[in-house]
Structures are given as C-alpha cells and as structure tokens.
C-alpha cells in the first residue's frame, strides 16, 4: 500500500488561490504522484519476473538437454552390450581360430 500526502505552499506576499482550485491541484498532484510510482513499480516488477522466467526458460531447456544426451549415450552402451552379447551367443567359437600364417606360404593352399 503506497500513501501519498501533498502540501500547497503559498509563500509571503504571493497571491492567495481560490480554496476549492488549490485542494483540486494538490489533490491532482497527489493522484498524479501515487500514479507514477505505482506504475513504475509494476514495471519493474514485471521486468523482474520477466528475467526470471527467461532465466528459468534456459535452465530448463539446458537440463532437459543433458538428460537427452545422458539418456541417448545410456541406451547406445545398453545397445552395445546387448549386441556383443547376443554376437558372443550366436558365434561361441569366436576368437578360438587363428591362423599361424605357415598355411599361407603353401602351395597346395590354394
């Protein structure tokens, strides 16, 4: 709650206002007063949750990119392992086969 409180002052041997323009100009001042900082007030707290909802707008999307990425590597080693397993599975005597070389130099060989 904002209150606003304005004096007329009319100095020594200045002319005297008519009352009932004097109470509507201090009164106009007043509203006038109240007006400005209530609205510039809004303003800056609209620009205040502005900034914060762009702030949180890039936190959220920088989070939810890194989930992205942390899921996507997740299931590439998930798929990874579950092809060297099912290729271990299908081919058991892999890797047991490994020619010295002395075929090579066979002529029968061919």
């Known amino acids: 709650m904002l209150v606003v409180q304005a004096s007329l002052a ?9 009352s009932k323009k004097a109470e509507t100009l201090v009164n106009e001042v007043a509203r006038s007063v109240l007006l400005s900082a209530s609205r510039l007030t809004k303003q800056r707290l609209s620009r205040l949750s502005q900034s914060k909802r762009f702030k949180d707008s890039g936190k959220r999307r920088g989070e939810d ?20 397993r099912r290729w271990q599975k299908a081919n058991p005597g892999a890797g047991g086969y490994r020619p010295s070389g002395h075929r090579m130099r066979s002529p029968n060989n061919c």
């Open 65 to 84: 990119r890194r989930k992205e990425r942390f899921e996507r590597e997740r299931l590439l080693e998930e798929m990874a392992t579950d092809r060297r």
């Open 10 to 18: 009319v100095p020594k041997g200045g002319r005297k206002l008519n």
